[in-house]
């Protein structure tokens, strides 16, 4: 196969085979032959002739699941009983769930947790509505908020479509860094109408996480929202990814000899993430940054500039890069440049082009599912090569950010999430690399490394008592995360 088997499209596959010496090894066989690759083999019943077993099977597509099929049929005596998507199952009645903290199961746990005692609950925070933080769930619950318009690589699909993504996300702050968040799809796609839901909404959580919403709506919805509300907002798409990029940036710029300040950087694709991408580095310290949109080069002698129909950020965009006023697609202006950021799509860069770059060229190629260039076309070219994906080395995904930064920001009561905070998160990432594991193929931690969530959310608590926007947060912290592994292995 030309796409490599991934474990999301998965198959539980039901056999009837003989029960003879050598059969599962046929069917195996069969299966490796067709490109699949076997995970579990489970047996499910023995009788006298038959054995019934299933066997995990991921393939490259869903077109692949029927030539392995085809192949398991070609062996004699060999019946498909039944197959099951084990991606779909996974999200069968949705992913996430409520329940409760305390138990309810006499009189006196009615008493208290209901009525009559909740009500000097209530009064309390009527006359101190900061009380709320302390005795309710909006000490620990983020809302993650959608209008769909702008979904992983799928783009405006809607809220419905939209929610097992959010319920995906509210899986990993709960992993992560012990908040409770919960989904909130919108059914409209105007920006005030989302602006005024979220504020009468805002009573209830601790934090706002706006999520897959489109440039350039995401910047006014975000800037608003900040403004009107006291509690953190952050558009994960936009500041999450450009905190990674950061992180990872540092160390290659650590283990390749380079002052961040001397980077010259190429930047394709300028959308949310492109456009907090270039900001979060400029703000590191980078000055010499060349954007690309899907109308090649931005600068201020580009056309749309000077008739009015550029879109604002990227006036802004255009009148903070580019210094050279160069002009072309991608490929005509890497020349001489040491890192190129790829937030596009597929294959936008040819690998030759690649050649061009400075010595110890940097590649941060992050469209999925499909890079703007492969690290295999990529490897004669450059020292150090990343992308979005989690079956090559270097991932940059932005859950090595956003649970530490919410996390951080909850425990001190932060009311909003500062660009000092963001910078603070991308050298704690980073740090968890050690001088001594540093090399090309790790210039970032494992999303799975679990000291990277603990420091994010150390550093953004930090910088925020510094810049005395500790509002006395009552501290939850990462001993709540591991109380919840405890209660979830003894359930």
Not at 72 to 83: M, Y
Not at 189 to 203: H, M, N, S
């Amino acid at each position: 196969m030309s796409v490599t088997p991934s474990a999301q499209y998965s198959l539980t596959i039901r056999l009837e085979i003989p029960h003879r010496p050598g059969m599962l090894g046929e069917v195996a066989g069969a299966i490796g032959r067709a490109g699949g690759s076997i995970g579990a083999v489970d047996l499910v019943e023995v009788r006298d002739d038959k054995l019934l077993r299933d066997i995990t099977v991921d393939a490259a597509d869903p077109e692949h699941w029927d030539a392995i099929l085809d192949a398991i049929r070609s062996v004699d005596g060999a019946i498909v009983v039944d197959t099951t998507d084990r991606t779909f199952l996974v999200h069968v009645g949705g992913k996430i769930e409520q329940r409760n903290k305390v138990p309810v199961k006499t009189r006196d746990d009615l008493s208290m947790a209901y009525t009559p005692g909740v009500a000097r609950v209530c009064m309390a925070i009527h006359e101190d509505p900061a009380k709320a933080f302390q005795y309710t769930i909006k000490r620990n619950t983020v809302a993650v908020v959608s209008d769909g318009t702008a979904v992983l690589g799928l783009g405006d699909i809607g809220p419905e479509a939209a929610m097992p993504v959010m319920e995906g996300k509210a899986m990993l702050f709960k992993e992560f860094a012990g908040v409770d968040a919960f989904p909130i799809c919108l059914s409209t796609k105007d920006p005030d109408e989302i602006v005024e839901t979220v504020k009468r909404l805002a009573p209830t959580f601790g934090g706002i996480n706006l999520e897959d919403i489109s440039a350039p709506r995401c910047f006014d919805i975000e800037d608003r929202l900040k403004s009107e509300l006291d509690i953190p907002v952050f558009h994960d798409d936009q500041h999450g990814t450009a905190v990674v990029v950061l992180a990872a940036l540092l160390n290659a710029c650590k283990l390749t000899g380079r002052d961040i300040a001397s980077v010259k950087v190429l930047v394709t694709g300028l959308g949310a993430a492109g456009v907090a991408v270039t900001k979060i580095l400029m703000e590191a310290g980078v000055t010499n940054v060349i954007g690309v949109d899907s109308r090649g080069v931005l600068s201020t002698e580009r056309a749309d500039y000077h008739d009015g129909t550029m879109p604002a950020i990227k006036r802004w965009y255009a009148e903070n890069s580019n210094p050279d006023k160069l002009t072309g697609g991608p490929a005509d202006v890497i020349d001489g440049a040491d890192l190129f950021i790829g937030l596009s799509g597929a294959k936008v860069m040819p690998a030759e082009a690649l050649g061009r770059m400075n010595k110890d060229a940097m590649v941060f190629a992050m469209a999925n599912p499909t890079p703007e260039v492969t690290p295999e076309e990529a490897a004669p070219y450059v020292r150090i090569m990343a992308t979005g994906r989690s079956d090559y080395p270097n991932q940059i995904n932005n859950v090595l950010a956003f649970p530490g930064i919410f996390r951080g920001a909850l425990d001190v009561r932060a009311p909003q999430i500062t660009e000092a905070m963001k910078t603070a998160a991308a050298r704690a990432i980073a740090d968890v690399v050690g001088d001594d594991e540093l090399r090309e193929d790790y210039i970032i931690p494992s999303v799975f490394n679990r000291d990277v969530a603990p420091a994010v959310a150390d550093a953004v608590a930090a910088e925020a008592r510094a810049a005395g926007a500790d509002r006395g947060g009552d501290t939850i912290g990462f001993a709540a995360v591991d109380a919840d592994r405890v209660r979830s292995s003894a359930s």
